[in-house]
């Protein structure tokens, strides 16, 4: 078989099909989507019974070894599980996600033996949280230019000092996987930096939830750190070299973030096709109206498209080939179908498009996160161009 035949196989496994329809079927049950709308709109009110279902269910072992009691599973199967829990729960589905990178991935990646015992086990029973914390209040795609936060050797650990901006979830997590300076004497930016485990309660971090659009119940918060101390035990991989351990695992992030744009479009097919069959006007169904049907399969198109450039890239990255190039035309791609699926997908519903009683309005909330985190389609459209041989733009 050639090369290309295999990269263009889509059909997923016997298998993957059967953890998908399982996956379908717990979500139904656990976490429907008039449960995910009421979650998502308690501001400030973290769903941890949502944390806790995840855990009965065994979801946060997946992506974990065996070994270290997780249930395993490569990136396909976290892409799918990631968009079978956004078609329901939308941008709530980070409530796995973010441990899941955090802990499971980063850890399972750069951390030695001892922190592997430590914390994967735990993160795969459910026990330990995580957060994200990179961005700086100084900016998120000039993410080196704008740190300025430092950590500077002590006796048996690290003092860190500075800010952290838009950390999702740190106000519950256990741990703040975070990016601080340790050498200001580097010849290139992106060298002299390290990679924290940063227990959200030690003495001098502080931590304040931002309002926001979507997502709503899921903190994102701004975090100080004033003289933090953090042993050596929880500095992840080699000190001053976190850069180059943290690019291969961006096309991991860039996959799992385009499974929950796939998992919106569902959603979002799914609501607009129903209300099409049941609403009436002049004395028809909705859904007879050739510009709502034209509506409807465009969005059928975006997902279609979604769908097959996102488990191009999952597929790549599992054999382990070289797909930055793929991973950030799905992430692109998807996140602007996401957007525009739920923006038509509202003109469908027509003034219950904007209720807070129906789902649209939530899926364009977190659905318009995804075109600006983790990296912008700006950015992401530099990398694309560039790896087509152009210079660098900036
Ligand atoms: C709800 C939410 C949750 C988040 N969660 C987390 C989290 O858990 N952890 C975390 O660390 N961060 C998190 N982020 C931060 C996110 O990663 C950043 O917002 C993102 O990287 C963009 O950075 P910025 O907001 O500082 O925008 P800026 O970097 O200030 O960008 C502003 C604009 O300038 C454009 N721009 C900048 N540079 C260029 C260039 N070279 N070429 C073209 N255009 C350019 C950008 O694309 C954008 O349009 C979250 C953000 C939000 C809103």
Redesign the pocket.
């Known amino acids: 078989m050639s090369t290309l035949e295999t990269e263009l196989r889509f059909e997923l496994p016997e298998e993957l099909e059967f953890f998908r329809r399982e996956a379908r079927a717990w979500v139904e049950r656990e976490c429907p989507k008039a449960w995910a709308r009421e979650a998502e709109a308690r501001e400030h009110e973290y769903p941890f019974e949502l944390w806790d279902k995840l855990t009965a269910a065994g979801y946060h072992g997946i992506g974990i070894g065996e070994e270290y009691g997780g249930q395993g599973g490569d990136v396909i199967v976290q892409m799918l599980l990631a968009r079978e829990l956004a078609r329901s729960l939308g941008?709530l589905a980070?409530i796995w996600g973010?441990t899941s990178f955090a802990g499971g991935k980063s850890i399972g990646l750069y951390g030695s033996e001892e922190q592997k015992q430590r914390f994967l086990p735990a993160t795969a029973r459910g026990e330990v949280r995580f957060?994200?914390?990179?961005?700086e209040p100084?900016?998120?795609?000039?993410?080196l230019g704008?740190m300025r936060t430092t950590a500077v050797r002590g006796d048996g650990g690290w003092v860190l000092n500075g800010n952290?901006?838009?950390?999702?979830?740190?106000h519950v997590a256990d741990y703040l996987l975070l990016l601080a300076r340790t050498d200001e004497n580097v010849e290139k930016r992106h060298q002299g930096l390290s990679l924290f485990l940063v227990p959200a309660k030690a003495e001098g971090v502080q931590i304040a939830e931002?309002p926001?659009?979507?997502?709503r119940s899921i903190g994102?918060c701004d975090v100080g750190l004033t003289d933090v101390f953090v042993p050596d035990e929880l500095v992840l991989g080699e000190p001053g070299n976190a850069w180059r351990m943290l690019l291969p695992t961006l096309n991991n992030e860039r996959i799992i973030l385009s499974g929950f744009c796939c998992g919106i479009l569902d959603g979002v097919l799914e609501d607009a096709l129903a209300y099409m069959k049941e609403r009436h006007a002049f004395g028809k169904p909705i859904g007879q109206f050739q510009i709502l049907q034209h509506y409807v399969a465009d969005i059928a198109m975006w997902r279609h498209s979604a769908s097959l450039v996102v488990l191009q890239a999952a597929s790549l990255q599992s054999q382990g080939k070289e797909c930055f190039q793929e991973t950030s035309i799905a992430k692109v791609l998807s996140s602007e179908y996401a957007v525009k699926a739920a923006d038509l997908g509202i003109q469908i519903l027509g003034g219950m498009g904007y209720s807070a009683e129906t789902d649209m309005q939530r899926y364009w909330r977190d659905a318009r996160?995804f075109r600006?985190?983790?990296?912008?389609?700006?950015?992401a459209?530099?990398s694309i161009a560039e790896n087509l041989d152009r210079p660098l733009?900036?």
Do not use: C
């Open positions: 941008g980070w973010i957060s994200i914390a990179f961005t100084g900016g998120g795609t000039d993410v704008a952290k901006t838009w950390a999702s979830s740190a931002l926001k659009l979507g997502m994102s996160l600006i985190g983790p990296v912008t389609n700006e950015m459209r530099n733009s900036f």
